[in-house]
Antibody, heavy 120, light 110 residues
């Protein structure tokens, strides 16, 4: 059973860059059947897709965040990463990594989530 | 439209049937999936590929789709089904893929 685990700082200073890594276990990130994605949830709010990446490095990001988002993959470590620049208080959220079906049929597996607070 | 629309809240009497809907243009092309989220927990996939259930999800959960509307039906709702349910689909525009989530429907079991 595939498991995903987010890691990174729980607090980021406003105007600086948020960096998170997702480690995948129980399956290969090189599988052609999946995208790997980042989704966030501000306190007491709904889910927002941030971006997704294929093992080849082909990536997509939410148009509303596109200029600030960078997603990368490291197949040798079975990991993928998120960088979100110029953070503000509005970026405070629980950040989830997830495995997404390649053909768009669902968000198949979720990490446990990690709370990141933008605060000085 | 690049949005998925859900009713904010729905209630159901214990043991009865409830349907939660999700509307959006992307659903004419892509199937919806449904995620259940309980307080303090990560979302959990309950329906994918329109009407498939992951291992361990009770068969009282089912999905369907027609036109721009996807539905999640719980037949014989249980107390443990009280949660927020999010629909999810992919959409595309030219060479850009996006993934969308609905705003969530809070299910209350009475």
């Amino acid at each position: 059973q595939v498991q995903l685990h987010e890691s990174g700082p729980g607090q980021v200073t406003p105007s600086e860059t948020l960096s998170l890594t997702c480690t995948v276990s129980g399956g290969s990130i090189r599988s052609s059947n999946y995208y790997w994605g980042w989704i966030r949830q501000p306190p007491e709010m709904g889910l927002e897709w941030i971006g997704s990446i294929y093992y080849s490095g082909s990536a997509y990001s939410n148009p509303s965040l596109k200029s600030r988002v960078s997603i990368s993959v490291d197949t040798s470590k079975n990991q993928f990463s998120l960088r979100l620049s110029s953070v503000t208080a509005a970026d405070t959220a629980v950040y989830y990594c997830a495995r997404l079906d390649y053909y768009g049929s669902g968000t198949l597996n979720w990490g446990q989530g990690t709370l990141v607070t933008a605060s000085s | 439209s690049s949005e998925l629309t859900q009713d904010p809240g729905v209630s159901v009497t214990l043991g009865q049937t409830v349907t939660i809907t999700c509307q959006g243009d992307s659903l004419r092309t892509y199937y919806a999936s449904w995620n259940q989220q309980k307080p303090g927990q990560a979302p959990l996939l309950v329906i994918y590929d329109k009407n498939k259930r992951p291992s361990g999800i009770p068969d009282r959960f089912s999905g369907s789709s027609s036109g721009n509307t996807a539905s999640l039906t719980i037949t014989g709702a249980q107390a443990e089904d009280e949660a927020v349910y999010y629909c999810n689909s992919r959409t595309s525009s030219g060479n850009q893929f996006n993934w969308l989530f609905g705003g969530g429907t809070k299910l209350t079991v009475l």
